[in-house]
């Protein structure tokens, strides 16, 4: 079965700090993967999408790796902020369909505090 | 753009009742997805269009649910009868066939079931 592992669960750090959350699947074929921010209350918004052949992807103070070998991604985050409290889940896009299969993580909870 | 709608934000009902969730998907997209998120089991695909048409509905959990999609602009997810289970959040989420069929979400519908 493909799966989407997650950790830490949850991970509380101070403003100012970097953090870096992982990722782990099992989803045979691959085709993308992507990492989403959920803030309390509202639906995910995407932060980043790789395809299997990309090893790294930016948004501002985000940047998401990725390694198809170990079949493993990380989520870094430099200087949080407040604002950066929530929910980060890995999504990952079987190789075999399109977007309608995808395998989501469990998330990681994040908050920062001041 | 506004986004993907929802209706209503909120919904708390008694055991038994009839629930019916509603869905804008944003203009142009031509597929749009129904998920549940708990803090259990995060977040599940129930069911999903192509066009209107109901492509994949495995993740239905059972009859008691029900989807349609009468035209582009609207669809509707109904729970008859519903159950204290049921209580979760449900979120649409709408896509193009953009090269990454990136899905944006609504804000979720947070369901209730006394």
């Known amino acids: 079965k493909n799966q989407v592992e997650q950790s830490p669960q949850s991970l509380i750090i101070l403003e100012g700090k970097n953090c870096t959350l992982q990722c782990n699947y099992t989803v045979s074929p691959f085709s993308n993967l992507r990492w989403y921010k959920q803030d309390t209350g509202r639906g995910p918004v995407s932060l980043t999408i790789m395809t299997f052949s990309e090893n790294t992807k930016s948004n501002g103070r985000y940047t998401a790796t990725l390694d198809a070998d170990t079949k493993q991604s990380s989520l870094h985050i430099t200087a949080s902020q407040l604002s950066d409290s929530a929910s980060y889940i890995c999504?990952?896009?079987?190789?075999?369909?399109?977007?309608?299969?995808?395998?989501f993580g469990t998330g990681t909870r994040l908050t920062i505090i001041p | 753009d506004a986004g993907v709608i929802q209706s209503p934000r909120h919904e708390v009902t008694e055991m038994g009742q009839e629930v019916t969730l509603r869905c804008k998907p944003i203009?142009?997209?031509?597929?749009l997805f129904w998920y549940r998120q708990t803090m259990m089991r995060g977040l599940e695909l129930l069911i999903y269009?192509?066009?209107?048409?109901?492509?994949?509905d495995s993740g239905m959990p059972e009859d008691r649910f029900s989807a349609k999609m009468p035209n582009a602009s609207f669809s509707t997810l109904k729970i008859q009868p519903s159950e204290p289970r049921d209580s979760a959040v449900y979120f649409c989420a709408s896509s193009s066939t953009d090269p990454y069929n990136e899905q944006f979400f609504g804000p979720g519908t947070r369901l209730t079931v006394l």
């Open positions: 269009f192509n066009n209107n048409v109901p492509i994949d």
């Open positions: 203009s142009g997209h031509n597929s």
């Open positions: 999504v990952v896009t079987p190789g075999n369909f399109g977007n309608e299969k995808l395998t």
